[in-house]
């Protein structure tokens, strides 16, 4: 069908161009002309009609089942789409949307979870200290069911970089999973909110603290350690779901046999082949404390099956202690769920300068690349680039940035490396100013959306740019590790975050909307063609998928950082729910009363947040709303 | 003689340039342990007691040589990695006016030493006692309340913020960058 | 009257002893080094004729008998000429000396650049108050050694160290094998040189860098290559285990004490750069960047009270009993 | 009265430099005594001490008369007095014997001791030991 209509555009621009000719013609090639314009305007509408039933682009069938209703992992899916099929509200009547219920956590940090919706009960879990809430959709005013408090160790939060948050919970089989932040990961059953099992898998004494949601494939719990600013060695766990041992564990750093790199092992690129890299591209000793933190997101090939997780950026940030490539970290891993065995790798920022964490979310899409069925991976990545990745092998298919990037110079999709701006290089004792992206990247790890409707990816991002200078830094165990001085200032045009909708088929933006601060929300996307995002205003959005007009906007009690959800309620209806509280790295400032004087607080971001103190205060309250 | 006493009197000034701070970078015992226990509350049953008095503080508190010293290992132990410079992070603020385990330097140094349930790890055995007294008296000297002629120097590389004793008001900042 | 003369010219001959040595400008034992010392003799010769000639004429003139003063107002065409041919003439010589000892001088530097054009080995030393920092730079990441204090080097080859501080400025200066350059924080400053043979050079630090400047001294130690290569593959090793159970005592002592925060010990939890790494401390020489030989006694010195020995350096006092002394100073002496 | 004034200058003078000639060897042959009785009463060289003390840490702990850059305060000074105290260590009588051991293995004797047995030679502990004896 998509044949037919590109030979009908090209069909209609020819008579376009005919018709200014037309004067000079005779009648019947008139005739004909306009019978061949008529016949390329059907054909067009018809393309045009023919286009949702038969998208270009959408998530493998596998990992995007269809919709149920419920929102059992933060991700919505395997292909991490965070599309909901569900349609009740639309762009035309979101705009009477309002407050079904709300609910105090009880916790004024940074609400970065996403609720989850199982069955007639929604389930939040809440920054440090770590409580889960079950809440019964089915009565009235959603009533509390049970709360399950796991009281992690208080001294947790001396070494949780970057506030206290939690990124949200997984259900699996009649059971919650979620991580508290002193490093255990816990099973606790949907129903009565009685623990089953608890593991303990972080030190804290070393600077391990766990933040991320966890990801229940095949009967494994997947769990990442966080700390790349402690000098933690990232690694990435596998615990059985039904008694939480550890079935195997892959570090980011070190010797193949613990990065779980074997004979599967096939990297697309040459600078990814050799033998333990995980060392030898290191200085001695530097890659046991060399970060590579798996704490963002994981997606699940269940065709291929394949998991896809990032590694964080290598510890510390001043690059000068860590000479070479620091193989594994700022990359993604394609490996085997079963064994933790490594397929594939490729290095986003290799030798990373600036802390580029490469763990943002990824979406899996199949799509046509160049004339080709490609299995692809879409990924907004923290330097800059959207990156499109083919999800068997690791190729870079494109590599586009969506903002102003000027770290870097482009990817060679050749060799697939990142070409580093030499003018931005930092080091030890030398101030480098208006680095774009900054430390917390061009996009850190709040998550996009794609819809499969309109083709679109919408990534919430920042537009931030900093000045670094590398300072003296010394390794002591449990404490942080960074030497690095940044301040950061808002980018290009003064806005300092944005909304971009990216047109995957065409690698350029569809339609751009300009935030005053950092969107450091999660984004969710619908049916009904509507896209809901918050602000750290505290604004909670609703625009056109489309053309990105403002439907619909709610102020919330504190600033947005949280990952919004849809879901059906037990009446049928359609909701949409936020938890609402100002925090993590961009809302550090508020949550944790940073003293704005002091530009390099909160690793830099407090120089560019200073006026967010007179905006918002902490908070933590969960937002549900629905149609009158 | 009219003319000769100005000419003296210079003299003794200049004799007394002589005189030289005695940096005593060796353990001074003989200056008191500097243990005694500091309540983190004001509140005691039983009406107001003696504020404690310890030797130690005094000869750290306003010591320029400490207060250089202490800000050189609010660096190099890493205490620069959670609370910045003074401005707070993963750690609580330093430079404003709010102390969540009280201002006095033997407080500070307490929370140093033994360190605070909600993260402040403790520094015991790990830090000799003596660079626990000049990072407490660092601590102190950020929110601006020790004397001007011994205020550890501005950070002269990316000018993240004034010295210590020029800081402006938080309330007169500029509200939007 | 003779003999005093002849006393007099031994006395002043006797300083010159002291320019030979392992610490010494003149007495130069690599080409960078070569280049300088005769630069030195050659100025100071020239100079010295120069000064010679000088006082040869002034004593002349003011032996020579004054001839009567004629009119001063009456020129003597004949003598004014000659005069004025006389001052362009020692002019001329000036001017010639001058830019012939700036072309010297300048050609010397164009020597010294090129001596580590094609230099294989990349030394970064950072200086440190109060002491050096030395890395060896290698294509292979896992290959970059880091140690303190004492730089070994290949002899009869060519090395690039580059200079750089993290703190204030320093000036790198081992007089036997190259001439000054200063460290300076931020900046990187790169310096060639060659052993011509192997050999022990000292060096200092020739910049007033604070309290114990005078006590920031380096040992470079030339080798021929096969053994240099060896301690360089040697020293990439981890550190030795603890071999007693007092050594073992003093590696967990290590590691709960003050120590693990600064100093680093390959293979174990310390991993502080802001002191000396210590991985192969008792392979080296000296200790306290050149202070004290090494020795048992000397590390428990050093370690029971390094403000008595340097006072003011970095290194605080701990409190340790003798005990915790000794199986620090085991472990230590067992890292070789 | 000139020359009267210039007899007694001279006269002065004369046994002035006599006394200081007698001092001198008065004190050169006290130390000699004072030496060979230390080195006989240690079997070591005392002239030899200096150096090995000051490579073995010694110097680093004590304050040692006679001992460039000895200004140790670890330890206690190691002077005159020396050779009239009673213990050696506080655990051991003063005796050349014993000083020599507390000198090569003071941790044998007493394993608490901050004083590290410093693993030299007996022929230098004996040299070392004479030179502190001949400091009296």
Redesign the interface.
Same mark, same amino acid.
């Not at chain 1, 940073?594 to 905006?615: E, I």
């Not at chain 4, 090995?52 to 007095?81: E, F």
């Given at each position: 069908m998509k044949q037919v209509q590109q030979v009908a555009v090209k069909i209609w621009g020819a008579c376009q161009r005919g018709y200014k000719a037309m004067a000079r013609i005779d009648g019947r090639t008139k005739l004909g002309m306009i019978g061949w314009t008529l016949l390329a305007g059907f054909a067009l509408v018809a393309g045009a009609v023919a286009q949702p039933a038969e998208p270009a682009i959408r998530p493998p069938a596998a990992a995007a089942p269809l919709d149920d209703g419920q929102w059992t992992m933060p991700a919505k899916n395997y292909a991490s789409t965070r599309y909901s099929e569900l349609a009740e509200i639309t762009e035309d009547n979101v705009k009477t949307l309002q407050v079904a219920f709300t609910f105090s956590t009880g916790v004024n940090k940074g609400q970065e979870a996403a609720p989850l919706v199982v069955g007639d009960t929604i389930y939040i879990v809440t920054p440090f200290p770590n409580i889960l809430y079950a809440l019964d959709l089915a009565r009235p005013g959603a009533p509390m069911k049970w709360k399950f408090e796991p009281n992690p160790e208080p001294a947790a939060q001396g070494v949780a970089c970057c506030d206290v948050v939690n990124r949200g919970a997984a259900f699996s089989n009649g059971r919650i999973y979620f991580n508290t932040l002193d490093g255990h990961t816990i099973a606790v059953d949907a129903a009565t909110g009685k623990p089953v099992w608890n593991t303990h898998i972080g030190n804290i004494n070393i600077g391990e603290t766990i933040t991320m949601a966890p990801l229940i494939v095949k009967g494994k719990v997947l769990v990442g350690n966080s700390g790349g600013e402690m000098g933690v060695r990232g690694w990435i766990k596998a615990l059985d779901a039904g008694d939480g041992h550890v079935m195997w564990t892959a570090y980011s750093t070190g010797p193949d046999a613990e990065v779980l790199i074997g004979p599967d092992f096939t990297p697309h690129y040459d600078m990814d082949k050799g033998k333990d890299l995980g060392v030898t591209s290191w200085p001695p000793d530097a890659w046991k404390i060399g970060g590579g933190n798996v704490w963002g997101w994981i997606s699940y090939d269940p065709d291929l099956d394949l998991i896809f997780h990032g590694t964080g950026n290598p510890g510390p940030w001043n690059p000068d202690l860590r000479p070479g490539d620091n193989k594994w970290t700022s990359g993604i891993f394609a490996r085997d769920p079963d064994t933790g065995n490594a397929k594939w790798f490729y290095q986003w920022t290799p030798h990373d300068l600036h802390d580029y964490d490469g763990i943002n979310e990824q979406v899996l899409l199949d799509m046509t690349w160049q004339g080709k069925p490609r299995k692809v991976l879409v990924r907004p990545e923290r330097n800059g680039y959207v990156y499109l990745l083919d999800r068997t092998t690791g190729e870079v298919l494109s590599a586009v940035p969506f903002g102003p990037v000027n770290s870097s110079k482009g990817v060679d999709l050749k060799t697939g490396r990142l070409i580093v701006n030499p003018e931005k290089e930092t080091s030890t004792g030398k101030v480098v100013r208006n680095i774009c992206p900054t430390a917390s990247g061009l996009k850190d790890w709040q998550p996009s959306a794609f819809s499969p409707k309109t083709g679109l990816l919408y990534i919430p991002h920042n537009n931030l740019c900093m000045d670094e200078e590398g300072v003296e830094v010394n390794y002591i165990a449990g404490t942080p590790y960074v030497g690095m001085n940044v301040r950061m200032i808002a980018g290009p045009g003064g806005h300092r975050g944005a909304f971009t909708a990216w047109d995957v088929a065409a690698a350029k933006p569809a339609w751009i909307l300009k935030e005053n601060f950092p969107v450091w929300s999660g984004a969710v996307v619908t049916a009904g063609n509507v896209v809901f995002y918050g602000t750290m205003e505290g604004w909670f959005k609703a625009v056109s998928a489309t053309t990105g007009k403002l439907l619909w906007q709610f102020k919330t009690s504190s600033g947005i950082i949280g990952q919004p959800i849809t879901y059906r309620g037990p009446d049928g209806h359609q909701y949409v729910a936020i938890l609402s509280g100002v925090g993590g790295w961009a809302g550090a400032i508020v949550s944790g009363d940073l003293d704005p004087r002091d530009a390099t607080a909160a690793l830099g971001f407090a120089n560019v947040m200073k006026d967010l103190k007179d905006v918002t205060t902490p908070g933590g309250t969960l937002y549900v709303f629905r149609l009158p | 003689m009219n003319r000769c006493l100005p000419l003296l009197l210079f003299a003794m000034l200049a004799i007394a340039g002589c005189q030289r701070e005695e940096r005593d970078t060796r353990p001074q015992s003989a200056l008191g342990s500097g243990k005694q226990p500091t309540p983190v509350t004001v509140l005691t049953p039983g009406g107001e007691r003696p504020s404690p008095s310890d030797n130690k503080a005094a000869a750290f508190e306003a010591n320029a040589f400490h207060l250089s010293q202490g800000k050189r290992l609010f660096n190099w132990f890493n205490c620069s990695g959670c609370h910045a410079n003074g401005g707070g992070g993963m750690g609580p603020a330093l430079m404003d006016k709010k102390w969540i385990y009280g201002g006095a330097i033997e407080s500070i140094h307490a929370t140093i030493r033994d360190g605070r349930p909600n993260g402040m790890p403790s520094f015991r055995d790990r830090v000799p006692d003596d660079q626990i007294w000049e990072l407490a008296a660092f601590v102190r000297s950020l929110s601006g309340n020790v004397p001007s002629s011994a205020a550890p120097g501005r950070d002269d590389d990316m000018m993240v913020h004034p010295s210590e004793n020029r800081l402006p008001n938080a309330a007169t900042l500029g509200k939007s960058p | 009257m003779r003999r005093i003369w002849v006393m007099c010219g031994a006395a002043s001959i006797l300083p010159l002893a002291g320019c030979s040595g392992w610490q010494s400008a003149l007495d130069p034992k690599g080409p960078a080094a070569g280049e300088l010392a005769w630069l030195i003799w050659f100025f100071t010769a020239l100079c010295t004729l120069v000064w010679l000639l000088v006082m040869i004429a002034l004593i002349m003139t003011l032996i020579r008998r004054a001839r009567p003063i004629g009119d001063p107002l009456v020129l003597d065409a004949t003598s004014e000429r000659h005069k004025t041919r006389i001052v362009f003439a020692a002019l001329g010589a000036t001017a010639v000396i001058l830019i012939g000892l700036t072309l010297l001088s300048f050609f010397a530097n164009r020597t010294l650049a090129v001596i580590g054009s094609d230099a294989a080995l990349t030394i970064r030393v950072t200086g440190h108050q109060w002491w050096w920092e030395v890395r060896y730079e290698n294509s292979q990441p896992n290959r970059i050694l880091t140690t303190a204090n004492e730089i070994h080097i290949p002899a009869g080859e060519p090395v690039r160290f580059i200079l750089t501080s993290t703190d204030v400025i320093h000036s790198f200066w081992v007089p036997n094998l190259a001439g000054k350059l200063d460290l300076i924080p931020g900046h990187e400053n790169v310096l060639d040189l060659k052993a011509d043979k192997p050999g022990v050079y000292r060096g200092q630090c020739a910049e007033f860098c604070g309290a114990q400047h005078a006590n920031m001294s380096t040992f470079v130690i030339a080798e021929p290559r096969p053994i240099f290569d060896a301690w360089l593959n040697d020293q990439l090793r981890p550190a030795a285990p603890p071999a007693s159970p007092e050594a073992k005592a003093g590696h967990d002592l290590f590691l709960k004490r003050p120590c693990v925060m600064c100093h680093k010990i390959g293979g174990t939890m310390a991993g502080g750069s802001v002191a000396p790494d210590l991985t192969h401390v008792a392979s080296r020489q000296t200790l306290a960047a050149g202070t004290l030989t090494m020795s048992r006694g000397n590390l428990a010195a050093w370690i029971a009270d390094p403000q008595g020995i340097k006072p003011g350096a970095y290194m605080p006092v701990v409190d340790l009993n003798g005990d915790e002394l000794n199986a620090i100073v085991a472990y230590l002496e067992g890292l070789r | 009265m000139r020359s009267d004034l210039s007899r007694l200058v001279f006269g002065t003078s004369a046994i002035v430099v006599l006394a200081i000639l007698a001092a001198l060897t008065w004190w050169l042959q006290r130390t000699d005594r004072v030496i060979r009785e230390a080195n006989n009463a240690t079997g070591g060289i005392a002239t030899r001490a200096i150096s090995i003390m000051?490579?073995?840490?010694?110097?680093?702990?004590h304050t040692i008369t006679g001992v460039p850059g000895a200004?140790?305060?670890?330890g206690p000074r190691l002077d005159a007095t020396l050779a009239t105290k009673v213990y050696v260590g506080g655990v051991l009588s003063n005796n050349p014997e014993n000083l020599i051991r507390w000198i090569r293995v003071a941790?044998e004797i007493n %394993?608490? *001791?901050?004083? %590290?047995? *410093?693993?030299i030679s007996e022929q230098e502990a004996r040299d070392i030991a004479a030179y502190l004896y001949a400091l009296r």
């Amino acid at each position: 069908m998509k044949q037919v209509q590109q030979v009908a555009v090209k069909i209609w621009g020819a008579c376009q161009r005919g018709y200014k000719a037309m004067a000079r013609i005779d009648g019947r090639t008139k005739l004909g002309m306009i019978g061949w314009t008529l016949l390329a305007g059907f054909a067009l509408v018809a393309g045009a009609v023919a286009q949702p039933a038969e998208p270009a682009i959408r998530p493998p069938a596998a990992a995007a089942p269809l919709d149920d209703g419920q929102w059992t992992m933060p991700a919505k899916n395997y292909a991490s789409t965070r599309y909901s099929e569900l349609a009740e509200i639309t762009e035309d009547n979101v705009k009477t949307l309002q407050v079904a219920f709300t609910f105090s956590t009880g916790v004024n940090k940074g609400q970065e979870a996403a609720p989850l919706v199982v069955g007639d009960t929604i389930y939040i879990v809440t920054p440090f200290p770590n409580i889960l809430y079950a809440l019964d959709l089915a009565r009235p005013g959603a009533p509390m069911k049970w709360k399950f408090e796991p009281n992690p160790e208080p001294a947790a939060q001396g070494v949780a970089c970057c506030d206290v948050v939690n990124r949200g919970a997984a259900f699996s089989n009649g059971r919650i999973y979620f991580n508290t932040l002193d490093g255990h990961t816990i099973a606790v059953d949907a129903a009565t909110g009685k623990p089953v099992w608890n593991t303990h898998i972080g030190n804290i004494n070393i600077g391990e603290t766990i933040t991320m949601a966890p990801l229940i494939v095949k009967g494994k719990v997947l769990v990442g350690n966080s700390g790349g600013e402690m000098g933690v060695r990232g690694w990435i766990k596998a615990l059985d779901a039904g008694d939480g041992h550890v079935m195997w564990t892959a570090y980011s750093t070190g010797p193949d046999a613990e990065v779980l790199i074997g004979p599967d092992f096939t990297p697309h690129y040459d600078m990814d082949k050799g033998k333990d890299l995980g060392v030898t591209s290191w200085p001695p000793d530097a890659w046991k404390i060399g970060g590579g933190n798996v704490w963002g997101w994981i997606s699940y090939d269940p065709d291929l099956d394949l998991i896809f997780h990032g590694t964080g950026n290598p510890g510390p940030w001043n690059p000068d202690l860590r000479p070479g490539d620091n193989k594994w970290t700022s990359g993604i891993f394609a490996r085997d769920p079963d064994t933790g065995n490594a397929k594939w790798f490729y290095q986003w920022t290799p030798h990373d300068l600036h802390d580029y964490d490469g763990i943002n979310e990824q979406v899996l899409l199949d799509m046509t690349w160049q004339g080709k069925p490609r299995k692809v991976l879409v990924r907004p990545e923290r330097n800059g680039y959207v990156y499109l990745l083919d999800r068997t092998t690791g190729e870079v298919l494109s590599a586009v940035p969506f903002g102003p990037v000027n770290s870097s110079k482009g990817v060679d999709l050749k060799t697939g490396r990142l070409i580093v701006n030499p003018e931005k290089e930092t080091s030890t004792g030398k101030v480098v100013r208006n680095i774009c992206p900054t430390a917390s990247g061009l996009k850190d790890w709040q998550p996009s959306a794609f819809s499969p409707k309109t083709g679109l990816l919408y990534i919430p991002h920042n537009n931030l740019c900093m000045d670094e200078e590398g300072v003296e830094v010394n390794y002591i165990a449990g404490t942080p590790y960074v030497g690095m001085n940044v301040r950061m200032i808002a980018g290009p045009g003064g806005h300092r975050g944005a909304f971009t909708a990216w047109d995957v088929a065409a690698a350029k933006p569809a339609w751009i909307l300009k935030e005053n601060f950092p969107v450091w929300s999660g984004a969710v996307v619908t049916a009904g063609n509507v896209v809901f995002y918050g602000t750290m205003e505290g604004w909670f959005k609703a625009v056109s998928a489309t053309t990105g007009k403002l439907l619909w906007q709610f102020k919330t009690s504190s600033g947005i950082i949280g990952q919004p959800i849809t879901y059906r309620g037990p009446d049928g209806h359609q909701y949409v729910a936020i938890l609402s509280g100002v925090g993590g790295w961009a809302g550090a400032i508020v949550s944790g009363d940073l003293d704005p004087r002091d530009a390099t607080a909160a690793l830099g971001f407090a120089n560019v947040m200073k006026d967010l103190k007179d905006v918002t205060t902490p908070g933590g309250t969960l937002y549900v709303f629905r149609l009158p | 003689m009219n003319r000769c006493l100005p000419l003296l009197l210079f003299a003794m000034l200049a004799i007394a340039g002589c005189q030289r701070e005695e940096r005593d970078t060796r353990p001074q015992s003989a200056l008191g342990s500097g243990k005694q226990p500091t309540p983190v509350t004001v509140l005691t049953p039983g009406g107001e007691r003696p504020s404690p008095s310890d030797n130690k503080a005094a000869a750290f508190e306003a010591n320029a040589f400490h207060l250089s010293q202490g800000k050189r290992l609010f660096n190099w132990f890493n205490c620069s990695g959670c609370h910045a410079n003074g401005g707070g992070g993963m750690g609580p603020a330093l430079m404003d006016k709010k102390w969540i385990y009280g201002g006095a330097i033997e407080s500070i140094h307490a929370t140093i030493r033994d360190g605070r349930p909600n993260g402040m790890p403790s520094f015991r055995d790990r830090v000799p006692d003596d660079q626990i007294w000049e990072l407490a008296a660092f601590v102190r000297s950020l929110s601006g309340n020790v004397p001007s002629s011994a205020a550890p120097g501005r950070d002269d590389d990316m000018m993240v913020h004034p010295s210590e004793n020029r800081l402006p008001n938080a309330a007169t900042l500029g509200k939007s960058p | 009257m003779r003999r005093i003369w002849v006393m007099c010219g031994a006395a002043s001959i006797l300083p010159l002893a002291g320019c030979s040595g392992w610490q010494s400008a003149l007495d130069p034992k690599g080409p960078a080094a070569g280049e300088l010392a005769w630069l030195i003799w050659f100025f100071t010769a020239l100079c010295t004729l120069v000064w010679l000639l000088v006082m040869i004429a002034l004593i002349m003139t003011l032996i020579r008998r004054a001839r009567p003063i004629g009119d001063p107002l009456v020129l003597d065409a004949t003598s004014e000429r000659h005069k004025t041919r006389i001052v362009f003439a020692a002019l001329g010589a000036t001017a010639v000396i001058l830019i012939g000892l700036t072309l010297l001088s300048f050609f010397a530097n164009r020597t010294l650049a090129v001596i580590g054009s094609d230099a294989a080995l990349t030394i970064r030393v950072t200086g440190h108050q109060w002491w050096w920092e030395v890395r060896y730079e290698n294509s292979q990441p896992n290959r970059i050694l880091t140690t303190a204090n004492e730089i070994h080097i290949p002899a009869g080859e060519p090395v690039r160290f580059i200079l750089t501080s993290t703190d204030v400025i320093h000036s790198f200066w081992v007089p036997n094998l190259a001439g000054k350059l200063d460290l300076i924080p931020g900046h990187e400053n790169v310096l060639d040189l060659k052993a011509d043979k192997p050999g022990v050079y000292r060096g200092q630090c020739a910049e007033f860098c604070g309290a114990q400047h005078a006590n920031m001294s380096t040992f470079v130690i030339a080798e021929p290559r096969p053994i240099f290569d060896a301690w360089l593959n040697d020293q990439l090793r981890p550190a030795a285990p603890p071999a007693s159970p007092e050594a073992k005592a003093g590696h967990d002592l290590f590691l709960k004490r003050p120590c693990v925060m600064c100093h680093k010990i390959g293979g174990t939890m310390a991993g502080g750069s802001v002191a000396p790494d210590l991985t192969h401390v008792a392979s080296r020489q000296t200790l306290a960047a050149g202070t004290l030989t090494m020795s048992r006694g000397n590390l428990a010195a050093w370690i029971a009270d390094p403000q008595g020995i340097k006072p003011g350096a970095y290194m605080p006092v701990v409190d340790l009993n003798g005990d915790e002394l000794n199986a620090i100073v085991a472990y230590l002496e067992g890292l070789r | 009265m000139r020359s009267d004034l210039s007899r007694l200058v001279f006269g002065t003078s004369a046994i002035v430099v006599l006394a200081i000639l007698a001092a001198l060897t008065w004190w050169l042959q006290r130390t000699d005594r004072v030496i060979r009785e230390a080195n006989n009463a240690t079997g070591g060289i005392a002239t030899r001490a200096i150096s090995i003390m000051m490579a073995n840490g010694c110097a680093g702990c004590h304050t040692i008369t006679g001992v460039p850059g000895a200004h140790g305060l670890v330890g206690p000074r190691l002077d005159a007095t020396l050779a009239t105290k009673v213990y050696v260590g506080g655990v051991l009588s003063n005796n050349p014997e014993n000083l020599i051991r507390w000198i090569r293995v003071a941790r044998e004797i007493n %394993p608490h *001791t901050a004083m %590290p047995s *410093t693993g030299i030679s007996e022929q230098e502990a004996r040299d070392i030991a004479a030179y502190l004896y001949a400091l009296r």
